[in-house]
């Protein structure tokens, strides 16, 4: 049975990673699994937009456990926007690591206290895969900011990126 991360109103934006991570853990495998055969031919199809597909299955929980707990993860959406597993915009997001056989796409949300809209932080989800075949090298990984500007957001994206080259 795939258990749903559960939020508290009261959380850290560090906690908040911490209980998204262990969700993430327990199930990104066996979703990957069950939807290995049909997302590969989607690959073959459409390409990365198959890693959407992954996405669409394996995020929703986190942003619905999040809304329940009284955070909102999305910002307005823009006529144009393209968003992936309901809460990931694909123009907060960026890609520059890795070889074609493990890439690395970093998406940032700023997460806040719906009643107060009172950022919190902001919550990376790393997503390493592959251009060449469907193929997820390892499990997605949230990363927890307490930035909540785009600058410092990209500021924090690079030096999580700089640590994991050492």
């Not at 890439?103 to 990376?124: A, H, M």
């Amino acid at each position: 049975m795939i258990m749903k991360p559960v939020f508290r109103s009261d959380m850290t934006i560090e906690e908040i990673g911490e209980v998204g991570n262990q969700y993430i853990e327990s199930t990104w495998k066996p979703l990957y699994n069950s939807l290995y055969d049909r997302l590969t031919i989607a690959f073959s199809e459409i390409g990365d937009a198959a890693y959407g597909q992954y996405l669409d299955q394996l995020m929703p929980a986190i942003s619905d456990g999040l809304e329940d707990a009284g955070f909102e993860a999305t910002e307005p959406i823009k006529e144009h926007d393209f968003v992936i597993g309901k809460c990931l915009l694909f123009r907060n997001s960026l890609e520059k690591w890795g070889t074609e056989e493990n890439r690395s796409r970093i998406f940032w949300n700023v997460i806040r206290r719906k009643e107060s809209q009172q950022p919190i932080g902001t919550l990376l989800t790393e997503i390493p895969h592959s251009h060449l075949k469907f193929e997820l090298p390892s499990a997605p990984v949230l990363y927890s900011l307490k930035e909540h500007e785009r600058k410092q957001i990209a500021q924090g994206i690079r030096q999580i990126k700089q640590r994991e080259s050492w």
